[in-house]
């Protein structure tokens, strides 16, 4: 059955990057200023809040982000639990936040995201990644996150052939789309020949496959039917919502080209909305590799297995495409605070569904999927989303 | 309006203590299957899991714990999210799975929580624990837990002319109820002579008026109204739960003898409840230290504040009291592993309450109310819980 309590009034984002002298806390307020009063709702409106952050306890020493990060917002003494799922924190805070409000607990609630990682060096901030896979059994004996994924492109290399070439035009195309998104942490485009630069991080993924590391925050006000009216005549609604979890260790795995919980997820989440894959006129799905979108948009059922690679080469996944996948950049070019990103994601449905995402407007956009994958794929949360009118 | 779905149809904890030789998957999965089937319950019946834990990153450098740990526990795939708000963790991970059930979006879910603290020095320790206070402002400068409730301890003495003798009364108590809890860390009862041993940790507090550093795990199975009749005849019903937070910062508090998240926590659940202080027969409150006892005591209404000593003096909250508070032996004298302890107080109010908790069992045991407090008091959760027939 549809969710039919679930609307997104307000969404909003800090520019991604290297945000130099921006702290955790700063960034948070920020995007939780723009997706309120920016918006024109009150902060006293909101009633409790759900927050994703990742690992800020090895970025910046500080746990117990959820209260601190709220009370710097401007909104001391709500309800604030923080939510983690490595990289699909963001989402997991969005998936409390719409039980909340289909509890009937809540009618008005903040969901955010954030995190700080340039206040490490890069071989702090890998270390601390690492800590979102199996540490007894991979990470500590040297496997890091390009390690993980370097392994799934070797794997869906064998099966379907694809190529680093192929990968390669996954980043060109971020990147085209992010040149026109101020908020981007990379806003130029690059070659094919650019993206094939042989600079590699861990054999077939190259520099160009991997998304940055990046400081940012974003937030959405999350209410009832009821109250979505108070603030707007045209909301989101969240139709959809399906998480899985898989086994944390690769080697647990029977099959290394597909992630099993992003499956899961994804046939929960068209159960639950009673759509199927056709019906989705773009998609936002978990690009923090190259090989993670292709991989991402099989799983989804968007492309049959073994051909996102085709179907990216064709223009299919492009902006103004048959079925665009990450129309403002993905993490690959716009950037990966990580516990932000599962809210940022939702930020782009928004803004597309909308028809308010300017130069990177998609042409068809009354429904989405977005893909939010955390770890090794350990956890994968999709949710999907109309526009209220479509 | 009281929460009308909501049963706890198992519990469980492990031992509490310096589990050597026991890793956090292994504490998880034995807390897990004692809750699933060792109480009758398939675990193919769990539909999604909400985990505590605070600072494994720290601990075991393991994030992302949510799937790691349902993997090992037998659980693989399901929706796994972990909740974090220092040390009410737990508690948020239950109020998550309430809303779970109450938003109908799930029937049978699995709440746990677990932590392990022994794998680090106690400095190290320390360092992580200090992560759940402000660190801009102040952890990095020095401030660490004994600190902040010593400094709560020197406000309530200056207040209300509360004694060291007071909060080690608090003490004896604990180690006596614990004295005859086979699962606490410290099963030795102490002469209030002992308890007011001059080792200081942060005066006015010393060693016997601190929580240990612990392991262990605890884990329950909370279902629909539907789904409970088929588990047990006697559920325990979660009537209500209220969360707050506060500023981190000491610095920013108009008061420090009294935790304003406690009392606006408190608040919330006694307005859902429907119920009063009065209507309590029991109460399981967050004893890091015995200050935080008398403190809690009074910020649930429980006793005038200024008066929770008194109380403790005159047997009113020992466990044939009028009144009793921590019937089990508290944090003080159970043990406190983190992520563990908001889980495992619900596991003793859920024993009281059905009469099954042996020699400490307390005597009239309809309702009770159970606190769970994180970091400086920047975060609370208050839960509710009646006797299904009560």
């Given at each position: 059955m549809p969710l039919k309590n679930t609307n997104i009034v307000s969404a909003a984002q800090t520019k991604f990057?290297?945000?130099?002298?921006?702290s955790l806390r700063e960034m948070f307020s920020e995007a939780v200023d723009k997706a309120t009063i920016g918006a024109?709702?009150?902060?006293?409106?909101?009633q409790a809040a759900f927050i994703g952050t990742f690992i800020p306890e090895m970025?910046?020493?500080?746990?117990?982000?959820a209260p601190l990060l709220l009370d710097y917002a401007g909104l001391r003494g709500l309800p604030a639990t923080r939510h983690e799922a490595a990289c699909a924190s963001g989402a997991t805070a969005l998936r409390a936040a719409i039980m909340a409000i289909e509890s009937g607990m809540y009618d008005t609630v903040l969901v955010a995201g954030a995190e700080k990682?340039?206040?490490?060096?890069t071989n702090k901030a890998t270390e601390a990644l690492a800590?979102?896979?199996?540490?007894?059994?991979e990470s500590s004996i040297g496997l890091t996150f390009p390690g993980v994924f370097g392994i799934a492109a070797v794997a869906h290399m064998q099966k379907y052939g694809t190529t680093e070439e192929d990968m390669a035009r996954v980043a060109v195309k971020a990147h085209k789309n992010a040149s026109?998104?101020?908020?981007?942490?990379f806003q130029k485009e690059i070659t094919l020949e650019k993206a094939l630069t042989p600079r590699y991080i861990a054999w077939p993924l190259k520099l160009f496959d991997c998304s940055p590391i990046s400081d940012g925050a974003a937030a959405l006000v999350v209410t009832s039917n009821e109250k979505a009216k108070e603030y707007t005549d045209l909301p989101v609604k969240i139709v959809g919502s399906g998480q899985a979890s898989a086994s944390m260790?690769?080697?647990?795995?029977?099959?290394?080209?597909?992630?099993p919980a992003s499956v899961s997820a994804g046939k929960a989440a068209y159960n639950m909305a009673g759509?199927?894959?056709?019906?989705?006129d773009f998609a936002i799905v978990h690009d923090c590799f190259t090989i993670a979108e292709l991989i991402a948009t099989e799983d989804l059922g968007?492309?049959?297995?073994?051909?996102a690679a085709k179907a990216v080469a064709e223009g299919v996944?492009?902006?103004?495409?048959d079925r665009p996948v990450n129309?403002?950049?993905g993490l690959k070019a716009v950037g990966h605070p990580v516990g932000a990103t599962g809210v940022k994601q939702i930020v782009v449905g928004y803004r597309e569904l909308l028809g308010d995402?300017?130069?990177?407007?998609?042409?068809?956009?009354?429904k989405c999927i977005v893909h939010n994958f955390g770890g090794t794929g350990a956890s994968c949360v999709v949710t999907i989303m109309r526009r209220g009118d479509a």
């Open positions: 990057g290297a945000l130099e002298g921006v024109g709702i009150p902060k006293k409106d909101i970025l910046v020493h500080q746990g117990h982000t990682m340039t206040s490490v060096t800590a979102a896979a199996d540490d007894e059994f026109t998104n101020p908020l981007a942490q260790n690769l080697c647990e795995r029977s099959e290394l080209a597909s992630f759509m199927t894959a056709k019906d989705m968007l492309f049959k297995p073994g051909e996944t492009a902006l103004d495409g129309p403002m950049g995402a300017g130069p990177n407007q998609v042409p068809k956009h009354d």
